[in-house]
């Protein structure tokens, strides 16, 4: 097998491998810009801002179920911290009472 580059894509026809693409595929740069408000996302940002103002998580949950997070999938795991903050004391007052 040669180790040089490959010319096209029917050079290896028999052969099982997996095409590479090349650099000029800039998929790999959408993420390279920081999150907003201040770097570290929406969705953490609300859940520590909302220790002051409790609403935020409410909003951050609608972001949440509303797939905010297909604009830029980094800002998921805090848009869920969001909602386990705003489920996690209902839940518990939910079964307190029962």
């Known amino acids: ?11 290896h026809q028999n052969e099982d491998y ?16 920081p999150l907003p408000c201040f770097g570290c996302g929406i969705g953490w940002f609300f859940l520590l801002l909302g220790f002051v103002c409790p609403l935020l998580w409410y909003y951050a949950t609608i972001l949440y179920f509303g797939k905010y997070y297909h604009k830029d999938p980094r800002e998921r795991m805090g ?3 969001n909602v386990i903050a705003v489920s996690a004391p209902l839940m518990l007052i939910y079964f307190w009472c029962h």
């Open 18 to 33: 997996a095409s590479i693409r090349g650099v000029e595929d800039n998929h790999l740069g959408i993420y390279d810009k």
């Open 1 to 11: 097998m040669s180790t040089g580059f490959l010319k096209d894509d029917n050079q």
């Open 79 to 81: 848009l869920s911290a």
